[in-house]
């Protein structure tokens, strides 16, 4: 029985890497770059998201984004996301995918017609709020973020390593709030570096905005190193 429920579980995982590459060489096409964007309910990804499309639109012109928005149900983010008028569009995994808790490659696959991919160069992909299901699957993309705020606690990486241990950059957010909690900053870098040994990360802010320059420099920056291989 064991040995029949992980050779499913390795068969689904298998088919969404096939389906994850189909995903990347549509990317490569269009020469997009990818961001897996995750976090735990309520950390702020959808609020730190606002916050950078916000500063965006002075590089509009140099590095044209997209978002892509996964949820269990509702178009709430996405509607959010359409307020600063870039392409968006909307994943709900209740409706046509048994209301899993993450997104995976299908799911993304089955999205991209709704995106102008030619007239994009970064796609940010706002995964299900859950620090476990989404980081096993990839959905092609290049890059992983991840948000983790402050009100959490500093042992999140060490509970949910693999999430941790596969971000490019991990945004420390709510950090405004760090005077009215028992937060040891120092215990969550070395939380982090003991999973994911000097992974970037940055200190940031959806309510205030700090950080949030730091956080799109990068991502530009990324962008930018992607253009020059190609
Ligand atoms: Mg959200």
């Not at 964007?37 to 590089?59: D, F, H, I, N, V």
């Not at 706002?126 to 299901?133: F, H, K």
């Not at 500093?154 to 957010?173: Q, S």
Request: glycine letters at 6%.
């Amino acid at each position: 029985m064991h040995r029949t429920r992980v050779r499913v579980v390795q068969d689904a995982l298998d088919a969404n890497q096939t389906i994850a590459r189909a995903n990347r060489a549509d990317f490569d096409r269009a020469a997009v770059t990818v961001v897996n964007y995750m976090g735990s309910p309520g950390a702020g990804k959808t609020s730190l998201l606002e916050q950078l499309l916000e500063r965006w639109e002075a590089y509009q012109d140099e590095v044209r984004i997209g978002v892509l928005e996964g949820d269990i149900q509702g178009r709430t983010d996405a509607d959010r996301i359409a307020e600063y008028h870039v392409p968006v569009a909307q994943i709900n995994t209740g409706i046509s995918f048994g209301g899993e808790c993450h997104l995976d490659a299908n799911m993304v696959r089955s999205a991209l017609p709704e995106l102008p991919l030619d007239e994009i160069d970064l796609l940010v992909i706002e995964n299900v709020g859950n620090l476990v299901c989404p980081a096993e699957f990839r959905v092609g993309e290049d890059l992983r973020v991840m948000v983790a705020a402050v009100t959490e606690g500093e042992d999140k990486p060490l509970k949910y390593p693999l999430m941790f241990r596969t971000a490019d950059l991990v945004l420390i957010n709510k950090v405004d709030l760090l005077p009215y909690l028992d937060y040891d900053l120092e215990k969550f870098h070395a939380a982090l570096d003991a999973v994911n040994p000097g992974v970037p990360r940055l200190l940031v802010s959806a309510r205030t905005g700090a950080g949030v320059d730091e956080w799109g420099a990068w991502l530009r920056q990324e962008v930018a190193a992607r253009r020059q291989v190609a």
